[in-house]
């Protein structure tokens, strides 16, 4: 722990020259607020004029000068009166506005920081010198918008970003994995594929699927069915609008709708796109009477939905409008609850596994906070969910955080977390225990004695969202998906127009195989059809020319040792059909 | 012809008799229209009380008697103005306002037509004498309301259905018909074989697909997706909402604004549930550039849409607000057109074949009408378009109507029509030639000579929409889906407990063949687990007891002859997969 904080006390100290280096360029610079990140620091300006990307440059060479004059930070109290007019009289408005806020608090006394020309309201701790910061291992990396306290309503200030590390090669490999993430990132890479779209037109939240993409994602789609199929779900379909009412008993209507988008009005009626498959499954549920003997049923479907997010956040795949949720619910007894809540677990982990990003993932387990109005209310029945929740999860030996305020307003929820490229993490999958639910819908099954009773119900998904998870997998693999998901699995290039009909043979042969095939015939040079091909990051190029029509064989590249082998074409759909069917 | 009209005439004379006896029962009647109709006629009635269905029987009785008088039908021309003051005094308001109508229109005089105590304006022709209806070939099949004229405004009168026919074999056998449509209902079926539901709280055009309906429906799209994909389709994936401002370019917002439900306000935009698929799959094919050697290209997507649709006639899975349809656009040039048509017109006819619909099913060319209003507007391309269209068919051998004023608003349609069990025609696939659309959305490829071309473009539906092909299907088969597409192919029964385990072995081994079983372990007696199997007329019921179990074999009964033939297992499932590939 020691490490995090003297690494936080030089981010945070950074932060402080900054701010001094903006008051040299600006002396009319009015100060925000200036904390430690991740990787680093930002502060928060007040500017007579909007920054360019060029005065980063000239304020990185005046933070340069400010750590070689190796200026002692100097720590002092006030009493809090004292501090107020010392910051007015330096027109810090907005640090006024904090000493008042500290005031209200009950505070007396702050403690104030200074460095040369720069005096911050500030509890530190900081390095002892500037000189301490090692001059050539931050960067400041860019500027943006922030209001002030995050609160739109009041005015913008200019925020600068910057990294800081305890050395130089600390930092080059940070902007180098930076520059790898960039190369990884799912829109830069989605484009180059012509994996998926995003048209203004239709809308910035709206990802279309171009053919490449979609190959991938009927894969994935059939893959998932299938498992699940085995594991004895049944399918659904159902609309993605529903009315009203429905929302109105489950109660999104009074703990969702900051997250669903305005009703449509149709006649008399007001419909929703759905933010979530539970009641359309549940009205299916409903639909016939159900025995103990049934149980468990597990109704699944692929299920589109829309949740609002902002239009500023809309971004790729990762943040969108609507997206389509591996979605799935058990009905169960509360004797089956256990055995099901692990089942899913190894679905995921299975398919987690097949995707091959099962290494990748933590567990949460996100529970109720105190404020329980964001919640549907029955302590007891939340009090026994949760308790269900992190004993599976332990008794099952996985490790987990726990996330608090995390829960759905049903229930609680297991997380599956994975980190972008970026670092940032974000929830990919989740389980949920919802003892709620069926009571609101009236939900029940006759048990042995022929009584009626409410079925526990589970709430899960095994790949997530089809576009998040996709999201990732293209920044995990690069682009250079496995061949199981790849969407052209083999490319065939003759080596001359005389050697297209053998090359259209095989094709066909490997068509008939229900191999993801394509054929360049065109004009270009062999050298440049290959690259090309490479460039589409396909897993096998087949060159085939002369010789090889002859031994009715196929000269192989392979995209992961680019090494090249011949080989007999009945060999080589041997290879590649075994490769497709273990998931390699 | 003439027969068409001889009974034409006998139907009217029997709903003249109809309102004669209703005269006789309600002295105070006031009588609308009442023509004859498909299989029968019918009468508006305004009535000092609301008729009850045993009414019917009285009224049957009361017309059998007026048959039995052998009264004349006596016809009179009369001058309007008589007429008018005749009617008044009768109380006739509404034929008085029929007569003030035909004033206006310039009539001097009118036909009235007597047949004992009822008088009509009526032009004819009538039997001559009541006597020659033959008294045991007319049934009053039900009572509705009608507004007067059609017109909403105006009130509402009682209105009694007929059918009527020249012999009591005659009506006899529509009877049975219609008993069996009723017991053909997709709307029946779906709720014995809990195929499909409907729920108030989720919305009545919004079908939820129960686990049974959904295994058919995803053997349906998957059969129709890797059929596209044989045939060089790509696949895409599209949102089911989109901008408004797609919908203004692709001319939907001017020509099609009635038909799409209204916009959702999300921040400062407009999105719409998408009427269509293709101004979403015309943004993809924009997305990139196209070479012609990259024609043909084929999108196909299984596209969830919304049309509006009048709350009232919402019904099962035939009439809905959202529906899925197996939608493609191929973009091609022109002189690709013809090929690519009639390979469209291959596909549908091998779809519908596989699926047993092949000989249900007519051609309809769809044209444009005079009200050019309603298309978009280019006479020349119209012109052109229509002409390829009817040649294609004509070429193809294929016999058609001709459906002046069904064409789509951006081009001409061929359509295939298909009769629902009560009769009714209703467009279930379309092929549309579209001209205007690229121009629109400036869609272009590149041309040999390196210049910009306007693709030509296919709109083409293959099973057409799931839900209508569904209800085809259900209706068709009357819910004895043929092996391949039914949700439960096999049901193993065993005779006692002490074979569940046998079964259960069996179970697993149809289940690793992937084929649909389900394994009924009740306490119900054998006869009632075999009747309810029965039921849900699943093809194959296997029951297994000791000798089975000692010969490794099944007592296999089959639906369609209802006998019984004892198999190894392995046979079994020889002729099972055989069945399920060759689409029995």
Not at 39 to 56: A, H, K, S
Request: net charge negative; charged share 35%; aromatic share 10%.
């Amino acid at each position: 722990m020691k490490k995090i904080e003297k690494i936080e006390i030089l981010r945070h100290s950074t932060a402080h020259v900054l701010a001094a280096a903006v008051l040299g360029m600006f002396p009319e610079a009015k100060f925000g607020m200036g904390p430690a990140v991740e990787n680093g620091f930002y502060y928060d300006f007040d500017l007579p004029r909007t920054l360019i990307p060029e005065d980063l440059e000239i304020l990185e060479n005046k933070m340069k000068e400010i750590i070689k004059a190796n200026i002692k930070f100097e720590q002092a109290d006030a009493s809090i009166e004292e501090a107020e007019n010392d910051f007015k009289e330096l027109g810090q408005s907005y640090k006024v506005e904090l000493i008042r806020d500290l005031k209200e608090e009950g505070h007396k006394k702050v403690c104030i920081y200074r460095a040369g020309i720069f005096v911050d309201l500030c509890s530190g701790p900081h390095l002892d010198y500037t000189g301490e910061i090692p001059a050539d291992a931050f960067k400041l990396t860019r500027i943006s918008g922030a209001y002030w306290k995050s609160d739109e309503k009041n005015k913008q200030l200019q925020r600068i970003y910057g990294v800081a590390f305890e050395s130089k090669k600390d930092l080059d490999e940070y902007l180098r994995s930076m520059e790898d993430a960039k190369e990884r990132d799912h829109r830069k890479i989605g484009k180059e594929l012509k994996l998926f779209h995003i048209d203004e037109n239709v809308g910035k939240g709206l990802p279309l699927w171009m053919p490449k993409g979609a190959a991938i994602r009927q894969v994935l789609q059939r893959f998932i069915e299938d498992e699940e199929t085995k594991r004895g779900y049944l399918r659904t379909y159902t609309p993605v609008i529903g009315n009203v009412k429905l929302y109105k008993i489950s109660g999104h209507w009074d703990h969702y709708k900051n997250d669903m988008y305005p009703p449509i009005k149709i006649d008399d009626e007001e419909y929703i796109l759905r933010p979530m498959t539970c009641p359309h499954q549940f009205m299916i549920y409903k639909a016939e009477q159900h025995s103990y003997r049934e149980l468990p049923l597990r109704y699944a479907e692929l299920a589109e939905m829309y949740r609002k997010e902002k239009s500023g956040e809309l971004s790729g795949l990762m943040r969108v409008m609507g997206f389509t949720l591996n979605d799935a619910h058990i009905f169960c007894t509360p004797e089956q609850l256990e055995k099901e809540f692990l089942d899913v677990l190894d679905l995921i982990q299975f398919s987690l596994k097949a995707l091959g990003i099962n290494k990748e993932v933590s567990f949460r387990a996100s529970l109720r906070d105190k404020e329980k109005s964001k919640y549907l209310n029955n302590d007891k029945l939340w009090d026994e969910s949760e308790k269900i929740l992190t004993d599976i999860l332990d008794k099952a030996g996985i490790k987990y955080e726990v996330g608090v305020g995390e829960a759905a307003f049903y229930g609680p929820k297991a997380d599956i977390q994975i980190k972008n490229v970026l670092g940032k993490e974000e929830t990919i999958i989740t389980m949920q225990i919802d003892l709620n639910s069926a009571e609101r819908f009236d939900l029940f099954y006759i048990d042995q004695s022929g009584k009626k009773q409410r079925p526990v119900i589970i709430h899960r998904s095994a790949i997530g969202c089809i576009e998040r998870t996709m999201a990732f997998l293209i920044e995990h693999y690069a682009g250079a998906f496995p061949v199981w998901l790849s969407s052209v699995q083999v490319i065939i290039i003759p080596v001359s127009e005389k050697f297209n009909e053998y090359g259209e043979k095989i094709f066909e042969e490997l068509k008939n195989k229900d191999i993801r095939a394509e054929i360049d015939k065109s004009s270009e040079s062999l050298g440049k059809r290959i690259r090309e091909a490479e460039k589409q990051k396909i897993p096998y190029i087949l060159v085939v020319g002369e010789k090889e029509e002859k031994a009715e064989s196929v000269a192989v590249r392979m995209r992961e040792n680019k090494k090249q082998e011949v080989m007999k074409i009945k060999e080589f759909i041997e290879k590649i059909e075994k490769e497709i069917k273990e998931k390699i």
